[in-house]
Nanobody, 120 residues
Framework: VQLQAFGGGLVQVGGSLRLSCAIS????????MGWFRQAPGKEREFVAT????????YYADSVKGRFTISRDNAKNTVYLQMNSLKPEDTAVYYCAAGRAFSNGPGMDYWGKGTQVTVSS
């Protein structure tokens, strides 16, 4: 399984961005797809997951109500719509896939990150 994230960029506080993650290779219906992020000097943290089978979602408290994860199985793509962005959302965002828990641990495959910078 290979993943490629794109769609990052520079946005002002309060703005929006949509990240996409293209997935290739053999996925399983039991997989969860997820987004994680890592800010400079900090550890990587969980953002959101979505189940490949039933689209159930799970979010970190810090993004709940502002971010929406979704998937398009026909396009093998997972999205992260980010609204009301804050400076603390600045980070490299990574997509991941695997037999993971809803809150993130256990991802088997990782893509390269895409930078999101929120300017104040």
């Amino acid at each position: 399984v290979q993943l490629q994230a794109f769609g990052g960029g520079l946005v002002q506080v309060g703005g929006s961005l949509r990240l996409s993650c293209a997935i290739s290779g053999r996925t399983r219906s039991s997989y969860k797809m997820g987004w994680f992020r890592q800010a400079p000097g900090k550890e990587r943290e969980f953002v959101a997951t979505i189940s490949w089978s039933d689209s159930s979602t799970y979010y970190a408290d810090s993004v709940k109500g502002r971010f929406t994860i979704s998937r398009d199985n026909a396009k093998n793509t997972v999205y992260l719509q980010m609204n009301s962005l804050k400076p603390e959302d600045t980070a490299v965002y990574y997509c991941a896939a695997g037999r993971a828990f809803s809150n993130g641990p256990g991802m088997d495959y990782w893509g390269k990150g895409t930078q999101v910078t929120v300017s104040s």
